[in-house]
């Protein structure tokens, strides 16, 4: 009996914040969301208009939902093949390895507001670094972030820049691999290549695996580069779903709309990381 | 404590091998570095010197032109007179000060509570917390600025900070898991001399977990300083702004002056790097844990 009150009152800051600021609040938007709300008057219940509005007549609604599904399809993947790539590299035993881990590292850490302005006048299509570079080549470079099929891509190529931080945790994954295994399959006769996909990469999966639901999760929050760097444009290109969402919120005022957005925001989310974690039995090796 | 000259390719590294291996990450190292180096040269450069090659519709980018000629450091002095990133920088650092010392002792008392605390419902409240990780902030965001709203903390630090002192999850799961490896005789042989729970959490667990808190810190340090979305949402007074925020809004009222920006952008990054190889392996093996959650 003491031992429940004693436990419940060191429990009890995170209790009372976890009913505040995300139990509360959980359920209250469940409930906005069918509703019409400015935040400054009462909101006003309006059944499912929200979501039939979002689903029937929101084109914006569809191709914030397509880029952020595209960016999860593709810089997802990418970004794991890169990250496993450089920790492999960086996971053989040349001389000065630790100088080549921090260098590749240290881009991960630069605040997300720091690396969007650097990269806008990386980008700046009259003076910046990259078309400066291709001006040595004797190549007119592109607007990037003003061009409507290359804002996208631009953002893409940035992400890969901070591809530092999931490589850390590969190399991790690489320095768990028990040392028996390669010494069995040397034993074997296994070569190199042989190793890499029998052993390496299987015992790899879960960190993989880890990653690629983070990073997909990560992908629908995607925000600050874009709200910084293209406000969603040229032509809306890059309105990602989080911007989107943002923009109907505190740009419109637009409250009960932003929570229907929300909650399809979560169901999303929890269907593609329920498939991702079906999946999981063919792919994902744990264990020895 | 393990072998490891059994690492991949480890014994086996002919010289081509490991030539081609040092050339393949020595490629890699200019994209790496290369921003830092074109963020830290435009920010000792002229403007005139920035825009006046550019005649031929386009800046030829070389060698000679990364060093700024003539070097011209007063960007930083402009920069903040511009803006009052000094300001800003006093509101980010009580930020990360209050935040830190909010998240770190929550975290600590309910990881207790959790690690060492046996009480009925424990497992279920640590699988509620553990779920709540994974729940995207923008289906709590509304309701949760209309809370701040009616408790008339709009537009004051209160909505950035007060969430700090109920604990973060991440920190109470990394330290749940730090204080169970902690051996329970320890503190079997305090309660038998009487010492009641907290004086076993501040007495013997604090201090054996020293470098678990230092991660925490660390990490709240990082995202504090780095947040974004709570100063855009909660700040509207420009004596208020953080630096995340004031480069932002720098970068948006004064376009152009990208000498000052870089160097307002090279003010706001150069204490994580100094942090960062100060403690660089607790940011290594944060990141490692966490999943590079920041």
Redesign the interface.
Known sequence: MR??L??????S??????F???L???I??VA?SFTRWD?VSAPKLVGAANYRALITNDPLFWKSLWITLKYAACAVPIGVLAGVL?A???????RGIAV?R?????????????????????L????G?I???L??VGV??PAWLADTKLAFPSLVLMSL?GV???M??Y??G??DVP?YL??AA?VDGAG?FT??RKI?LPMLTPVIF??LV?GV?GA??Y??QA??MTSGGPEESTTFY?LY?FNR??RYMD?GY??A???I??LI?VVI?AFLFRTQKKWVHYGG | M???R?????Q??TPIQ?FG??G??LC??I??????I??LS?SFKLDSD??G??KA??????LA?LIPHPFHPQNYPEALKTVPFATYLFNSLGLCATTILGAVT??A??A???AR????G?DF?FM??IS?M??????????????F?WLGWYGGYLPLTI?A???A?FF?FLLTQFFRTIPAEMAESARLDGAG?WTILCKIVLPLAKPALATCALFQF?GT??D??GPL?YINDPKKYTL??G??QF?SSYDGK?AQ??AA?TL??IP??IL?FFA?KT??QG??TT???N
């Open positions: 031992k429940n004693v436990g419940y009152l060191f429990i800051p995170w209790l009372l914040g976890f505040v600021f995300t509360g609040p959980f209250s938007s906005l935040i450089l492999l590299l960086l996971n053989s035993k040349v080549y921090t260098i590749l590292f240290l881009p991960s850490i630069v605040p997300a507001v720091a690396s969007s302005v650097v990269f806008i006048w990386i700046n299509p009259q003076i670094l078309n400066g570079l001006k040595r007119v470079g820049w530092g931080g999931s850390v945790i190399l991790a690489l320095k040392v390669y010494e040397i190199p190793r890499m390496t880890f990653n983070m999760i629908f929050q925000f600050t709200f910084i989080a969402l919120a505190w409250m932003a929570c957005m929300a909650w925001l979560f989310i990381t | 393990r072998n490891r059994f690492r991949i390719g480890a086996s590294l490991s291996i040092h393949a990450l890699l190292c994209p790496a570095l290369l921003p830092f074109w963020m435009t920035i825009y090659s550019s519709g386009g800046a030829v980018v070389s032109s929550s975290s008392v309910v207790y509570g959790f605390v046996q009480f009925k424990r409240w509620v917390m709540t994974a729940l995207p902030g923008q289906v709590t965001m509304i309701p949760q600025f209309a809370v709203r969430p002192f109920t604990g999850p109470i729970e990082l300083w780095n974004f979305m949402l995340a925020y480069l932002q970068y990208w920006l870089m952008a706001f990054t994580i790097i960062f660089q940011f290594i990141v490692a999943g590079g959650r």
